[in-house]
């Protein structure tokens, strides 16, 4: 038994690096990017990509609903000038779109990226989408309980494998930012 084992629950983990084919490239990139002490602490599994969903993930792989986070691409206009960032909560979150997020890029109203805007920016696919290797000018918007969580669970690019990475990693990439409050606590309805 591990010290991630209540993490990580019933995922496979083995070094990021030593299996490139279940990241997307700009993730391969950034992960090499790091400071060899952090992308050390960075570890891959491979999944059923039709359990790539959250909550999903969560229930058939006994991942905690808590030790999940969750990177979604939000897009506003100023000045007619599209403006990007990349925003990671733990899944028990919603990401302040219209608070937080909109004062951040400074945009009249902010909203969630449409699918295929999303994927075709990033080079990531949609489920996997994750704060590594998102475009360098995008400000990557990390929530504090993030960016202190000793591992997440977060995508890895593609639907058929997760990253386990500490909220050291996050934070060490070159754009990111923590923000206090970016996730907020919400109710999920009723099964």
């Known amino acids: 038994m591990t010290l991630l084992d209540p993490i990580t629950g019933r995922l496979k983990l ?9 990241l997307a490239e700009p993730v391969r990139v950034a992960l090499a990017a790091l ?7 960075c570890s891959v599994a491979e999944i059923d990509a039709a359990l790539a969903d959250t909550a999903t993930l969560c229930e058939h792989y ?29 899944a028990t979150t919603r990401a302040d779109v219209n608070g937080v997020v909109r004062r951040r890029l400074d945009v009249r109203k902010a909203s969630f990226a449409a699918q295929d805007e999303a994927v075709g920016r990033t080079g990531m696919e949609y489920g996997g989408i994750t704060p590594l290797g998102l475009p360098a ?10 960016a202190a969580a000793d591992a997440v669970v977060v995508g890895s690019g593609l639907r058929r494998s997760k990253l386990v990475v500490p909220g050291a990693v996050l934070v060490a990439l070159p754009s990111a930012q923590v923000v206090e409050h970016l996730g907020m606590s919400f109710t999920p309805p009723c099964a």
């Open 14 to 22: 083995r070094p990021a690096l030593a299996v490139p084919e279940l």
């Open 35 to 41: 400071p060899d002490q952090l992308m050390a602490r």
């Open 62 to 90: 006994q991942v905690p609903l808590q030790a999940s986070a969750n990177c979604v691409v939000v897009t506003g206009k100023r000045s007619g000038t599209p403006r990007w960032a990349g925003c990671v909560v733990l």
């Open 137 to 146: 000018e995008w400000p990557v918007l990390v929530d504090a309980a993030v």
